[in-house]
């Protein structure tokens, strides 16, 4: 057993697939500024070019989940997630001139609740990538999905029981 393969993760040879341009693609986009680590994510350029801006849905979906989030006076909580994740880097302002919102692409979001004693973060917000008008593209359908490594779940659980170390990791609200 190679030490991938002890990790669950597939050999080598699953990832033929992938196109050694886009691989030198990935490696050359890795950068290291202020403590993170930054890629450009892979795209289906075809795809991506048909993405509409989605400006108005996103509109929609602020007004919505805004107003819903001030009757239950939970619109303050709410900023501070986006808040806290401008502060982490997570997200990031940008500045946009009118004349120029459908030149991107806009997430819709809306708004979780969480009741339990447990959840730290009561409300939060959940993006929502695989918005797309009838007959248009989504943003998660113009994203290349990489190499499933989780391909055999049954396989990985027993790799996990049998093996003396097992490393385990918390991706932090991941998305």
């Known amino acids: 057993m190679s030490n991938r393969e002890a990790i669950g993760l597939p050999p080598d040879e699953t990832f033929s697939t992938l196109n050694e341009e886009d691989v030198k693609q ?5 950068t290291y500024t202020d403590g993170l680590y930054h ?7 075809d795809k991506l070019k048909s993405v509409p801006s989605y400006y108005n849905a996103a509109i929609w979906a602020l007004e919505k989940v805004t107003n819903y989030l001030e009757k239950k006076n ?3 909580q709410y ?3 986006f808040e806290q994740q401008e502060d982490e880097g997570i997200i ?10 459908k030149d991107y692409i806009w997430i819709p979001h809306r708004s979780v609740l969480k ?5 730290t973060t009561k409300v939060r917000p959940v993006f929502n990538c695989s918005y797309k008008h009838k007959g248009s593209v989504s943003l998660n359908e113009a994203a290349y999905p990489g190499v499933n490594l989780i391909s055999d779940m049954l396989k990985l659980m027993i790799q996990f029981r049998t093996n003396r170390c097992v490393l385990l990791a918390d991706i932090r609200k991941a998305f």
């Open 26 to 30: 990935f490696r050359d986009s890795v």
């Open 39 to 45: 890629v450009q994510l892979k795209w289906y350029e």
């Open 74 to 76: 939970l619109y303050d």
């Open 79 to 81: 900023l501070q997630v």
């Open 92 to 101: 990031e302002e940008i500045i946009v001139p009118p004349k120029k919102f």
């Open 115 to 119: 009741q339990t004693d447990q959840t």
